[in-house]
């Protein structure tokens, strides 16, 4: 078995022991393979372990990826969603390539994403991304604002609102994590009661996924736990 699939299959252990931890069915999760940094024979690795859903947060890096493995393995059904910031002049590429995005925080990139989509493709599935502890720097809506936003959002022709995404800052502390992870419940959760038909909670990364599966995440975004650590001058990249 190679490393990858080995790590797969520890990352799919861990998902099924957080769930039954709090009494929730392992399917209720879905693993999302983060393999920014990673070239697409990582991705191939993944693929044959069974991993059909991945990540990305660099627009033309996703690109790259998604045109060579579809020039490779063109019979296989992969979903790539974008995960990482978005500007507005990457938005037709995401647009044109993607199946899921993330990370949309205001109406204009919402906006240009459903103009830009393609009448041949199925709608932009979007997840709003929610600054759920208010990190001045960090992307995201503020949870005051998110009720409009989600109002806005789903009534673009193109799109498809499907829930929150949140990346909390980093701490070890367990019990710190699992409350923010619980507001970002709260908040889907009066999204649902709104109306929204809302399915997709995405939260939890490799270092606090347990926390996140035990506040309800349906979505863990999990990458250096499959793929190894990143080089360093990536990750700053993030910024
Ligand atoms: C990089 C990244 C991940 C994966 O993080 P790991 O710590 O490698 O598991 C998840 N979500 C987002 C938005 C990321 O940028």
Not at 41 to 63: K, M, P, R, T, W
Not at 70 to 91: E, F
Not at 171 to 185: M, S
Request: aromatic share 4%; hydrophobic share 45%; glycine share 6%.
């Amino acid at each position: 078995m190679t490393t990858i699939a080995a790590n797969l299959q520890h990352v799919r252990a861990q998902i099924t022991q957080a769930c039954a931890h709090s009494g929730r069915e392992a399917s209720a999760v879905e693993l999302l393979a983060v393999s920014k940094t990673f070239g697409v024979d990582a991705v191939i690795e993944a693929l044959d372990a069974g991993q059909a859903a991945f990540g990305e947060n660099y627009v033309q890096e996703g690109v790259d990826k998604i045109l060579a493995l579809r020039a490779l393995r063109a019979d296989v059904a992969v979903s790539w969603h974008c995960i990482g910031p978005l500007q507005s002049n990457k938005t037709r590429l995401v647009a044109t390539h993607f199946d899921w995005v993330q990370s949309v925080d205001r109406l204009k990139i919402a906006q240009r994403l459903s103009e830009q989509r393609p009448d041949h493709l199925p709608s932009l599935q979007v997840c709003l991304q929610v600054n759920i502890d208010a990190g001045p720097n960090k992307s995201g809506v503020a949870p005051q604002e998110l009720p409009e936003l989600a109002a806005a959002v789903a009534g673009l022709p193109r799109l498809r609102l499907r829930g929150l995404m949140c990346i909390p800052e980093p701490t070890a502390d367990v019990g710190a994590q699992k409350a923010l992870f619980d507001q970002a419940r709260e908040l889907f959760e009066q999204l649902k009661a709104r109306g929204h038909a809302l399915d997709t909670l995405s939260m939890g990364m490799s270092d606090d996924m347990t926390a996140a599966i035990a506040a309800g995440s349906t979505m863990v975004r999990v990458g250096r736990a499959i793929f190894g650590s990143r080089p360093f001058k990536a990750a700053a990249a993030v910024a």
